[in-house]
């Protein structure tokens, strides 16, 4: 019984690693190929080079496969639809080409700028955590979102019981 403790123990914290692994693997790996274009374009403070790199985030997207996929298993809403968010981001696309036609000392381009800010500030963050968690279900499933949570739950439960185990029978 005391092999089983160690064993239980070993492979919980072994797993418990390899999560923490795939973890960072997966942000890295998100972060090169695609959410790195997001970022550019929001540290952009012209609308030609926002606009590069919106494009480049929006092809980074489009390759990514993720086509007809949610962020969700059970309740798949058209909120977490990778596809109506990757349209509502194309909206956005739109209308940076749309501005870099403008004047850019006219009212209308002021007025345009803002509402890019607002947009890229407020309603971005739901987008963008729509594209992340997809992406992480469809190329880490065991350390997506509550399947995550629940793996290493069941590692830490393995790691105490198997320790319960190894000390009972130590004695």
Not at 2 to 15: A, E
Not at 53 to 73: D, P, R, T
Request: charged share 20%; proline share 1%.
């Amino acid at each position: 019984m005391k092999k089983l403790g160690i064993m239980m123990v070993v492979l919980g914290l072994s797993f418990i690693i390899v999560d923490i692994i795939l973890a960072i693997k997966s942000e890295y790996q998100y972060e090169n190929e695609i959410q790195s274009y997001w970022n550019l374009a929001d540290k952009s403070s012209t609308i030609e080079i926002k606009s590069k790199y919106i494009n480049k985030f929006v092809i980074a997207l489009e390759n990514s496969n993720l086509q007809g996929k949610h962020s969700a298993i059970i309740f798949k809403t058209p909120d977490n639809s990778f596809d109506n968010n990757l349209t509502a981001l194309k909206t956005l696309q739109t209308r940076l080409h749309e501005i870099q036609k403008m004047d850019i000392n006219s009212f209308e381009y002021q007025i345009a700028i803002q509402q890019i800010t607002e947009q890229e500030q407020g309603e971005a963050y739901q987008m963008l955590n729509v594209f992340q968690e997809t992406w992480n279900k469809e190329h880490y499933f065991l350390i997506w979102s509550w399947i995550g949570a629940i793996n290493a739950i069941a590692c830490i439960i393995m790691i105490i019981f198997g320790a319960i185990i190894w000390i009972k029978n130590n004695y």
